[in-house]
């Protein structure tokens, strides 16, 4: 690993930059951490949902009479069993729901709206019996035509999905009913000034195939409805709280009436936000008194829940004869899926944003098409975009007959560079990613072999703050109980308990740390926008900080001195004349007498600080199939402090593979009646660790002003660059530029027989 | 998935008569890799699953002067660890060792993997290029019929009720001979192939001409191929890249793939030409390399 390490005459931290064992980590490696799959409760039923085999039909009638009659069905869930919602948004934290639509989404009402919708679901003794009664459901369909690009979507023609969606254009809000849910437009200074300044101006149309985040465990839910009418919900989630709000509001419980348990989670990546199963099992338990657990397959996990866009996205990008970018234009229009909300927003804030442009216009458009409801996944939108802006930037460069990464240098953003969406940048690592594969060996090593290629990219990623919450127990051993409330998709637990042993100056194996649920914790927004080792971990500064005054008011008491002349320094607590206790001494104390020592962080931070990456490939093609082979591949970040760096490694590693993915085989791929024909891992083509070289990261370490240990968020960049990348090395070895993904073997080859003709 | 019963006999007549008694709603299983999972999405439903592996004909693995027998049973894992029938039946081994990973290879069958019929199976075309036998058991007795017969659509062939594949009769092969399996895959492994190759050639003793080839097809067609043709086109022709081009142009004049999500028509036309002509160079290689066979 070719990890840009600190000199280790200079340490700044103890604890930070090391890299611990995960507190998870045997649990885990032995089996015997608890997935939601794992749950048994006294008298558990099992739940199973009855999906539409249809893209788009109207549900004529629903006739569940036979499936009620088999012996062993408990309960039968329907729309209509979860209460009517108001057209209500509901904020989540990071995004926002339509309650209706997400009812609708839940349990559809009287239209399918993608194959794979959730039409009913039955509880049963056995999972055997609740699948027998799901075919005995009779539901009597109108057909309607399957509406499955966002071009035809966008015709004016074309059958539209939601009869309550109207286009909001421009900020205006129009009252046709439209499949284009939204338009919006960014604009920054004079385009048609900007072209006319440019030497060369390149303009390519894309397309992007719909993908899925492929985590390894599916969807799963539990529920308990008391006879007090409090909810329990057990599940694998991004984030409790979302769930505990998105269930109360759309069941109409109190919101301190539901609690939810997050059990272990196999990966989430953006896609385990909104709720699926949790309502459904919980209407079940509600029928039926008992407790209900609800588990999807793969091909559910597929077909029912969000993957993200696939977009149609043109671009235009001029530069004058220095390799100045003189004005950028991007078309974007993003699936939505069955409801609007496609990440169109961040992926026109993300479309240029690794460039210093002067002028610029980005048009933004949701469109909703006969597929699922799209999720957040990884820096949702910007891979996408970035497809378009890297590679006609390699069109560009090309042109003008300049290297590519010196006109990455030569444009990069930097402080004070406004996007053309508005804000303007702090202190941000674009150049030093771009420099630090300039100085990579990799860069440097040229390539020799026949229809081999090297292609760059590069990539934004905003990162978010929002709301977290940590509570500290110190106990009589020195130990301390770590409680916060961010589920643990990546290793967060450690990356938190290092930040608090460092703030602490005790060591990390004195934390353990625990994901608690909703009502052991206080409020904390989702596990997304690579803001938990941040804002998380800013809470848990603050509760590490919280513990030290108290020593200090504790010493200060106890050595009868006035409270400023004691202080918290490693890890104990000094007095004048010499005098100290380290932390285990005070902590033994603590439960002796006088008051126990608990703290507490509460935090909202603003400043999460943008990450950039650049990506280096190298790739040979076979020319005769349009196989792509990865040679050597290595990233570059901007990681701002690196707490566990073995752990940023493998997001950037997980993020780039994810990219790699995306960018050569996964689709989905739909007949003409809308239905997926790929919804197993052996045809949706995930890369496995055959298909892949190590993938080397580079850490490049610029702080964060915004964080007292200088975070950046990690996780979501390194999914950017990759396709763009990879089409980049793709051209450069055998001359065909990729315009549309994925970059499989068929596609491939099809552009060489062109080119060959 | 509904319930079924199962029932393991131990012997071939025992096997057909459950067969035979249960009208078609009985199922013969040896792996199971196939059939446990068709079962449980639901694509077939049997009320019987007959265990075929306890019957001792069905795991018999012979290689003599008569040539190779291959129970039906015979997991993959005992061919590919075979060194004769590595050097022998060269594309048996190919096919062998890239059938799902190692568990799956652990139980997976040859003889399951061409009862099930799908047109991408990995083995089948090995078994066409090497003139594989399929015997049959059935109420009426032992019938044989050669695999490029076997198949007829995407899951069908032409067992009738009661009966089920004992064995797969392979012929001897000589000195000089040489065979291979290639398919094409988006990945490296875990996955299905977009085309398969299997080839199989005798050259004359100086190594310079064919004597005789045969070639078959996979995932280019309802069911795989047998480019006879093909084959036909470089018997008695000098070894070169020219009448192998030839070989692989008649060779992608059959297949008539279809558009999905493994690949286009165009595509796959294409790559039958180009593995075409990779399989049966390999084959040549290997021929140039096999000094004695197990013919008598």
């Given at each position: 690993?070719?990890?840009?390490?600190?000199?280790?005459?200079?340490?700044?931290?103890?604890?930070?930059?090391?890299?611990?064992?995960?507190?998870?980590?045997?649990?885990?490696?032995?089996?015997?951490?608890?997935?939601?799959?794992?749950?048994?409760?006294?008298?558990?039923?099992?739940?199973?949902?009855?999906?539409?085999?249809?893209?788009?039909?109207?549900?004529?009638?629903?006739?569940?009479?036979?499936?009620?009659?088999?012996?062993?069905?408990?309960?039968?869930?329907?729309?209509?069993?979860?209460?009517?919602?108001?057209?209500?948004?509901?904020?989540?934290g990071?995004?926002?729901?339509?309650?209706?639509?997400?009812?609708?989404?839940?349990?559809?009402?009287?239209?399918?709206?993608?194959?794979?919708?959730?039409?009913?679901?039955?509880?049963?003794?056995?999972?055997?019996?609740?699948?027998?009664?799901?075919?005995?459901?009779?539901?009597?369909?109108?057909?309607?035509?399957p509406v499955?690009?966002?071009?035809?979507?966008?015709?004016?023609?074309?059958?539209?999905?939601?009869?309550?969606v109207?286009?909001?254009?421009?900020?205006?809000?129009?009252?046709?009913?439209?499949?284009?849910?939204?338009?919006?437009?960014?604009?920054?200074?004079?385009?048609?000034?900007?072209?006319?300044?440019?030497?060369?101006?390149?303009?390519?149309?894309?397309h992007?195939?719909?993908?899925?985040?492929?985590?390894?465990?599916?969807?799963?839910?539990?529920?308990?409805?008391?006879?007090?009418?409090?909810?329990?919900?057990?599940?694998?989630?991004?984030?409790?709280?979302?769930?505990?709000?998105?269930?109360?509001?759309?069941?109409?419980?109190?919101?301190?009436?539901?609690?939810?348990?997050?059990?272990?989670?196999?990966?989430?990546?953006?896609?385990?936000?909104?709720?699926?199963?949790?309502?459904?099992?919980?209407?079940?338990?509600?029928?039926?008194?008992?407790?209900?657990?609800?588990?999807?397959?793969?091909?559910?996990?597929?077909?029912?829940?969000?993957?993200?866009?696939?977009?149609?996205?043109?671009?235009?990008?001029?530069?004058?004869?220095?390799?100045k970018?003189?004005?950028?234009?991007?078309y974007?229009?993003?699936?939505?899926?069955?409801?609007?909300?496609?990440?169109?927003?961040?992926?026109?804030?993300?479309?240029?944003?690794?460039?210093?442009?002067?002028?610029?216009?980005?048009?933004?458009?949701?469109?909703?098409?006969?597929?699922?409801?799209?999720?957040?996944?990884?820096?949702?939108?910007?891979?996408?975009?970035?497809?378009?802006?890297?590679?006609?930037?390699?069109?560009?460069?090309?042109?003008?007959?300049?290297?590519?990464?010196?006109?990455?240098?030569?444009?990069?953003?930097?402080?004070?560079?406004?996007?053309?969406?508005?804000?303007?940048?702090?202190?941000?690592?674009?150049?030093?990613?771009?420099?630090?594969?300039?100085n990579?060996?990799?860069?440097?090593?040229?390539l020799?072999?026949k229809?081999?290629?090297?292609?760059?990219?590069s990539?934004?990623?905003?990162?978010?703050?929002?709301?977290?919450?940590?509570?500290?127990?110190?106990?009589?051993?020195?130990?301390?109980?770590?409680?916060?409330?961010?589920?643990?998709?990546?290793?967060?637990?450690?990356?938190?308990?290092?930040?608090f042993?460092?703030?602490?100056?005790?060591?990390?194996?004195?934390?353990?740390?625990?994901?608690?649920?909703?009502?052991?914790?206080?409020?904390?927004?989702?596990?997304?926008?690579?803001?938990?080792?941040?804002?998380?971990?800013?809470?848990?500064?603050?509760?590490?900080?919280?513990?030290?005054?108290?020593?200090?008011?504790?010493?200060?008491?106890?050595?009868?001195?006035?409270?400023?002349?004691?202080?918290?320094?490693?890890?104990?607590?000094?007095?004048?004349?010499?005098?100290?206790?380290?932390?285990?001494?005070?902590?033994?104390?603590?439960?002796?007498?006088?008051?126990?020592?608990?703290?507490?962080?509460?935090v909202?931070?603003?400043?999460?600080?943008?990450?950039?990456?650049?990506?280096c490939?190298?790739?040979?093609?076979?020319p005769?199939?349009?196989?792509?082979?990865?040679?050597?591949?290595?990233?570059?970040?901007?990681?701002?402090?690196?707490?566990?760096?073995?752990?940023?490694?493998?997001?950037?590693?997980?993020?780039?593979?994810?990219?790699?993915?995306?960018?050569?085989?996964?689709?989905?791929?739909?007949?003409?009646?809308?239905?997926?024909?790929?919804?197993?891992?052996?045809?949706?083509?995930?890369?496995?660790?055959?298909?892949?070289?190590?993938?080397e990261?580079?850490?490049?370490?610029?702080?964060?002003?915004?964080?007292?240990?200088g975070?950046?968020?990690?996780?979501?960049?390194?999914?950017?660059?990759?396709?763009?990348?990879?089409?980049?090395?793709?051209?450069?070895?055998?001359?065909?530029?990729?315009?549309?993904?994925?970059?499989?073997?068929?596609?491939?080859?099809?552009?060489l027989?062109?080119?060959?003709k | 998935?509904?319930?079924?019963?199962?029932?393991?006999?131990?012997?071939v007549?025992?096997?057909?008569?459950?067969?035979?008694?249960?009208?078609?709603?009985?199922?013969?299983?040896?792996?199971?890799?196939?059939?446990?999972?068709?079962?449980?999405?639901?694509?077939?439903?049997?009320?019987?699953?007959?265990?075929?592996?306890?019957?001792?004909e069905?795991?018999?693995?012979?290689?003599?002067?008569?040539?190779?027998?291959?129970?039906?049973?015979?997991?993959?894992?005992?061919l590919?660890?075979?060194?004769?029938?590595?050097?022998?039946?060269?594309?048996?081994?190919?096919?062998?060792?890239?059938?799902?990973?190692?568990?799956?290879?652990?139980?997976?069958?040859?003889?399951?993997n061409?009862?099930?019929?799908?047109p991408?199976?990995?083995?089948?075309?090995?078994?066409?290029?090497?003139?594989a036998?399929?015997?049959?058991?059935?109420?009426?007795?032992?019938?044989?019929?050669?695999?490029?017969?076997?198949?007829?659509?995407?899951g069908?062939?032409?067992?009738?009720?009661?009966?089920?594949?004992?064995?797969?009769?392979?012929p001897?092969?000589?000195?000089?001979?040489?065979?291979?399996?290639?398919?094409?895959?988006p990945?490296?492994?875990m996955?299905?192939?977009?085309?398969?190759?299997?080839?199989?050639?005798?050259?004359?003793?100086?190594?310079?001409?064919?004597?005789?080839?045969?070639?078959?097809?996979?995932?280019?067609?309802?069911?795989?191929?047998?480019?006879?043709?093909?084959?036909?086109l470089?018997?008695?022709?000098?070894?070169?890249?020219?009448?192998?081009?030839?070989?692989?142009?008649?060779?992608?004049?059959?297949?008539?793939?279809?558009?999905?999500?493994?690949?286009?028509?165009?595509?796959?036309?294409?790559?039958?030409?180009?593995?075409?002509?990779?399989?049966?160079?390999?084959?040549?290689?290997?021929?140039?390399?096999?000094?004695?066979?197990?013919?008598?």
């Amino acid at each position: 690993m070719s990890t840009v390490e600190k000199p280790a005459s200079t340490p700044k931290y103890k604890v930070i930059g090391t890299r611990p064992i995960r507190h998870d980590g045997t649990d885990k490696v032995t089996g015997r951490a608890k997935y939601g799959a794992d749950l048994r409760l006294t008298g558990m039923l099992s739940g199973v949902v009855l999906r539409s085999p249809h893209a788009h039909a109207n549900i004529k009638s629903i006739d569940v009479s036979a499936a009620e009659a088999l012996p062993g069905v408990r309960a039968i869930a329907l729309c209509g069993d979860i209460p009517d919602a108001a057209n209500k948004i509901a904020e989540l934290g990071e995004g926002s729901v339509n309650l209706q639509h997400l009812r609708h989404n839940v349990l559809a009402e009287n239209k399918v709206l993608y194959r794979g919708h959730a039409i009913a679901a039955v509880a049963a003794d056995t999972i055997h019996i609740a699948e027998e009664a799901c075919k005995l459901i009779k539901v009597e369909y109108e057909l309607l035509p399957p509406v499955m690009t966002v071009l035809d979507a966008m015709k004016p023609d074309a059958p539209v999905l939601n009869a309550d969606v109207k286009t909001n254009s421009l900020g205006e809000q129009t009252d046709k009913p439209s499949n284009i849910a939204k338009h919006f437009r960014f604009e920054l200074g004079d385009i048609a000034k900007g072209f006319a300044d440019a030497k060369v101006i390149v303009e390519r149309e894309f397309h992007t195939a719909t993908v899925h985040q492929g985590y390894i465990e599916p969807h799963n839910a539990t529920a308990m409805w008391g006879q007090d009418g409090h909810v329990t919900v057990w599940c694998s989630t991004q984030g409790s709280f979302t769930v505990r709000q998105q269930v109360a509001e759309l069941m109409h419980v109190p919101l301190g009436h539901v609690k939810v348990v997050p059990m272990e989670i196999g990966g989430g990546f953006g896609g385990k936000i909104a709720v699926y199963l949790e309502p459904v099992a919980a209407i079940l338990s509600k029928k039926t008194g008992r407790p209900v657990k609800v588990l999807m397959n793969r091909a559910d996990v597929f077909e029912g829940t969000g993957p993200t866009p696939g977009s149609y996205i043109k671009v235009k990008m001029g530069a004058d004869a220095n390799g100045k970018i003189t004005a950028a234009e991007a078309y974007m229009a993003y699936e939505a899926g069955a409801f609007p909300g496609s990440p169109i927003g961040a992926g026109a804030m993300c479309v240029f944003a690794c460039y210093d442009i002067p002028n610029g216009k980005i048009d933004g458009f949701d469109v909703c098409v006969n597929k699922p409801r799209t999720s957040a996944y990884r820096a949702p939108g910007a891979t996408n975009a970035a497809m378009a802006t890297e590679t006609v930037i390699e069109e560009i460069c090309e042109k003008l007959n300049m290297c590519p990464l010196d006109f990455r240098l030569k444009n990069a953003a930097k402080e004070g560079t406004r996007r053309i969406d508005g804000p303007v940048f702090p202190r941000v690592g674009m150049v030093e990613s771009l420099e630090a594969i300039q100085n990579s060996e990799h860069w440097k090593t040229p390539l020799s072999g026949k229809n081999q290629g090297r292609g760059i990219a590069s990539g934004f990623w905003f990162n978010c703050g929002l709301k977290s919450a940590a509570t500290a127990t110190v106990n009589g051993d020195g130990t301390v109980g770590l409680v916060e409330g961010s589920t643990d998709i990546g290793g967060s637990r450690t990356g938190l308990a290092m930040q608090f042993a460092e703030a602490l100056g005790i060591t990390v194996d004195q934390v353990v740390p625990t994901v608690a649920d909703t009502d052991g914790v206080g409020y904390t927004d989702v596990t997304g926008g690579s803001r938990v080792t941040f804002a998380t971990g800013w809470a848990v500064y603050e509760a590490a900080l919280d513990i030290s005054r108290q020593m200090c008011k504790r010493m200060a008491e106890e050595w009868e001195v006035p409270v400023d002349q004691v202080k918290y320094e490693n890890g104990g607590v000094t007095g004048p004349d010499g005098k100290r206790l380290g932390f285990a001494e005070i902590a033994e104390k603590s439960v002796k007498h006088g008051e126990p020592i608990v703290g507490k962080g509460t935090v909202d931070p603003q400043c999460p600080g943008g990450a950039f990456a650049t990506h280096c490939v190298d790739v040979e093609v076979d020319p005769e199939t349009g196989k792509v082979h990865i040679l050597r591949y290595t990233a570059s970040q901007d990681v701002g402090t690196a707490i566990h760096p073995a752990y940023v490694e493998g997001q950037i590693q997980g993020g780039a593979v994810q990219g790699i993915g995306w960018g050569l085989n996964e689709e989905y791929f739909y007949d003409d009646k809308g239905t997926m024909r790929n919804s197993t891992f052996l045809d949706y083509r995930m890369p496995t660790c055959l298909d892949l070289p190590m993938i080397e990261t580079i850490l490049v370490e610029v702080p964060n002003p915004g964080h007292p240990y200088g975070v950046r968020g990690v996780g979501e960049v390194p999914i950017v660059p990759p396709p763009a990348a990879l089409a980049n090395a793709i051209y450069n070895a055998v001359g065909v530029r990729m315009q549309q993904l994925p970059m499989s073997p068929p596609r491939v080859m099809h552009e060489l027989l062109k080119k060959n003709k | 998935m509904r319930d079924f019963d199962y029932a393991a006999p131990t012997s071939v007549a025992e096997a057909v008569k459950l067969l035979q008694d249960h009208n078609g709603s009985a199922r013969p299983m040896a792996g199971g890799t196939d059939l446990i999972d068709q079962v449980r999405v639901g694509r077939i439903s049997p009320d019987l699953v007959v265990d075929i592996k306890k019957i001792a004909e069905l795991n018999v693995l012979q290689i003599g002067s008569d040539g190779l027998h291959v129970g039906a049973a015979v997991p993959c894992y005992r061919l590919y660890h075979d060194a004769m029938i590595k050097d022998l039946y060269s594309a048996l081994t190919d096919s062998a060792s890239i059938i799902g990973g190692i568990q799956i290879q652990s139980r997976a069958s040859i003889g399951g993997n061409l009862c099930n019929s799908g047109p991408a199976a990995d083995s089948t075309p090995s078994l066409i290029a090497l003139g594989a036998v399929a015997v049959i058991a059935g109420p009426q007795g032992n019938r044989e019929v050669a695999v490029e017969d076997f198949c007829t659509g995407p899951g069908k062939n032409v067992l009738g009720r009661g009966e089920f594949l004992v064995e797969l009769k392979f012929p001897a092969r000589s000195a000089n001979s040489g065979s291979a399996y290639q398919r094409f895959i988006p990945r490296n492994e875990m996955d299905i192939a977009v085309v398969g190759v299997g080839a199989a050639v005798q050259l004359d003793a100086s190594g310079k001409n064919f004597v005789s080839a045969r070639i078959a097809l996979g995932a280019v067609a309802a069911k795989p191929l047998f480019a006879a043709e093909a084959g036909k086109l470089l018997a008695g022709q000098p070894v070169s890249v020219e009448t192998i081009q030839k070989a692989a142009e008649a060779a992608r004049a059959i297949a008539t793939p279809i558009d999905d999500m493994r690949g286009t028509v165009e595509f796959r036309k294409h790559v039958t030409g180009v593995l075409v002509m990779r399989v049966v160079q390999q084959a040549v290689e290997r021929a140039l390399k096999t000094k004695s066979g197990n013919a008598p």
